[in-house]
């Protein structure tokens, strides 16, 4: 028993540890396509106004709508000798960033005034290898730039102003801006997501760990509960097969008896088989309700008849304990459910009445409608159900007292059954009972099923 219990954990536990792999996964993909997403979304957010303004510029340049002149190339010196010029426009505010370069004819680089701060240097290895067409980003002397190149066919070379009358064509043109504030921020960001991410793995292992335990739940508790069925029932089946084996060894130990002699056990023999045989049909049916195998036919049933008929067939096992049975039923009451099993249904519980009730007892019956529902009460006053076994009655092979119900034949499994049956016509089974006064069964059955 013990190795089995571990063998089933161990199962659980690989089940488990799948589920757990398994949720995580699900759960860190999605976690790291969303981030994904979102940093992507930032980052695209971040430099689409830039390269907007960028390309903006250049194509204003194209245009010849800059009109802003440019500096001498750096090998003949040119110096500014209209200062009044530079301020007769100021430049647009939305591209105060970007400082749009041109390269002229022999690759020398042109830059627009006023920028003598600037180093040349500096610009042309910004410019190295850039290729036309799309941003790229650059970091030199830590800090970040962005550029954005056009080059012109040759035969379309657009001029630059430089000084007051002297045009130069440049075959390149770049925009640049600085990025520090957009990449120290995309940098802040992958940080935090990276940060997220390893914070994150734990919280989803954990979060995966818990989901895969709470939904072994109920697996498990299912699970265990057929596996104390299985061993209830191995053992309901062992004593009448006990009985049976060595009433048969007993009677080849003596062929020479007669039928007639050996009579007692040949019904013995009989008797437990017939017990097996309803147990075996009993459990057969409770399996097959596990697995919602069993169609139930509704029709209408009459119910007022069919308790009258139980009634009338137990009144003899009654009447030999002198149990008196008193009934207070509703003529034409009409349900829709299943014959038989309804008829399963108050046997269980009359054959408990009549069964836990001691002599010159009372068994009550009463069935009436009340809002459009059907009320019934099974009352007797038997022996009761202490206080300790009430919960558990409806429970398969719980009996109430274990040492007295050896050799009536019961076996726990009635009350079980009743609960199903109730339950499948949509209705309700409710039990009070005192210990030593009596007990009275109370059911709720709707008039129409619905299905
Ligand atoms: P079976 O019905 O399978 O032959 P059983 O009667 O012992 O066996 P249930 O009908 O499921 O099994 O009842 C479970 C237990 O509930 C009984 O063993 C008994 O202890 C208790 N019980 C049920 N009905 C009554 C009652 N009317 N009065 C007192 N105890 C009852
Ligand atoms: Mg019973």
Sequence with gaps: MGFMLQKVSSMFSKVML????????????????????????????LFNNIDYSMVEAITDFSGNKAELPYRQPQNDKFKPQHPEEQHRKP??????????????VDGRILLPEP???IDIEDIAMLLANTSDGSPQNKTINEHDYRILSASYPADSYPTVRVGREKFIAVK??????????????????????????????????????????RALVPIKSSWDKQQQF????????????????????????????????????????????TRMGKLVA????????????IEMDFRGVLLSDLLRDIIEQLKPIAEMKAIHIATEIDPQIEVTGDRERLYQLFVILLDNAVKYTTANGYITVTGHINQGSVQVSIQDTGIGISKED?????????????????????????????KWIIEKHGGKINVASVKGEGTQFHLQLPLEKKV
């Design 230 to 273: 299985v061993t209830d029932a191995s053992h309901e089946l062992r004593t009448p097969i006990a009985v049976i084996k060595t009433n048969t060894e007993l009677l080849l130990h003596h062929p020479e008896h007669t039928i007639e002699e050996e009579s007692m056990r040949i019904a013995g023999i009989l008797k437990e088989s």
């Design 115 to 117: 920028n003598e701060k």
């Design 282 to 293: 009993t459990l057969l049916t409770l399996a097959r309700a596990d697995s919602n195998q």
């Design 390 to 418: 009430l919960p558990f009655i409806f429970e398969r092979f719980y009996r109430g007292d274990k040492v007295r119900s050896r050799d009536d034949g019961g076996s726990g499994l009635g009350l079980a059954i009743a």
């Design 18 to 45: 799948k589920l757990t792999v398994l949720n995580s996964t699900v759960m860190l993909l999605v976690f790291i396509i969303y981030s994904a997403v979102i940093y992507l979304y930032i980052d695209n957010k």
């Design 172 to 213: 390149k043109i770049s925009a640049i801006t600085v990025v520090d504030p957009e990449v120290s921020m995309l940098k802040q960001l992958l940080i935090i997501i990276m940060a997220g991410t390893i914070i994150g793995f734990f919280v989803i292992i954990w979060a995966g760990h818990y989901l895969a335990r």
């Design 91 to 104: 430049p647009p505010l939305v591209d105060l960033r970007i400082l749009v370069v041109a390269e002229d």
